[in-house]
């Protein structure tokens, strides 16, 4: 850290990882926790992983999770960011709407392309479409179609007028989905939203936010949600 122009502090704390980080935050108004993850999986992710998986689900504010370098020749430690392509993983609940403050902040200042994707996980959701009107394949189509609108809806209203932004609906578990589509695009930094919960234990569960954490094949930033218009949460 003697090379860069910040302030900046070095503080140690003992025992539990997770408790101390959130803990310092608390006390200290910190907006925004950095950490590093190497893609951990098996045993070696119950060892070391699950600390950068624990405070994605405890921390009340952002988490950018860093990922190394994807070439060894490239620079470990980069004199400027770049940040070209930036992905909102969307699921058309009020949650998301608060995803969008944090991409505007980051387009204005690295001139970003924002990419909003809703991962369609069942091609079959009975609310919105009737399965036996017509074959399997139109079905999808038609749904595929019906969430992009929806998708296009919750966008704020200034959205609509940026040459900058791509909306797109993939089928498939969001998982993998999203994660191949950030590979497809070159996505830099993928924005996911996560009801904190407060339980080291719950991590045992996966979801994608906790995959997006683990095998993304970017930077992740995790932004605190709460309820949506119905009163439940994530």
């Known amino acids: 850290m003697v090379d860069r122009r ?3 502090d070095t503080v140690i704390r003992c025992g539990n990882a997770v408790d101390a980080i959130v803990e310092y935050t608390e006390a200290n108004h910190i907006g925004i926790v950095l950490v590093a993850s190497y893609g951990l999986s098996g045993w070696k992710r119950l060892l070391l992983g699950t600390v950068v998986e624990a405070l994605s689900q405890t921390l009340n504010r952002p988490l950018l999770v860093v990922r190394p ?9 980069p004199t400027h960011l770049q940040l070209k392509n930036i992905l909102i993983c969307c699921d058309l609940s009020s949650r998301s709407l608060s995803l969008y403050p ?3 902040k980051f387009v204005r200042h690295f001139d970003s392309r924002l990419h909003i994707v809703h991962a369609m996980e069942t ?3 009975e609310d919105l479409i009737d399965p036996t009107t017509a074959p399997y394949a139109e079905i999808q189509q038609r749904l595929q179609a019906q969430l992009h609108e929806r998708l296009q809806r919750r966008m704020p209203p200034n959205y609509h007028k940026s040459d900058a932004i791509t909306t797109a609906v993939v ?3 969001p998982a993998d989905s999203l994660r191949d589509y950030a590979t497809a695009n070159a996505i830099d930094l993928i924005m996911v939203g996560v009801r904190p919960r407060g339980s080291f234990q719950k991590m045992l569960i996966g979801s994608t936010t906790e995959s997006m954490v683990r ?7 995790t932004i605190p949600c709460g309820r949506d218009e119905k009163g439940q949460s994530r």
């Open 69 to 77: 370098p994807r070439k060894k020749t490239q620079d470990p430690y």
């Open 6 to 8: 910040v302030a900046w």
């Open 102 to 104: 944090y991409a505007e």
């Open 123 to 125: 091609p079959l959701q």
């Open 171 to 173: 089928p498939g578990n």
């Open 215 to 221: 095998h993304a094949p970017c930077n992740v930033l």
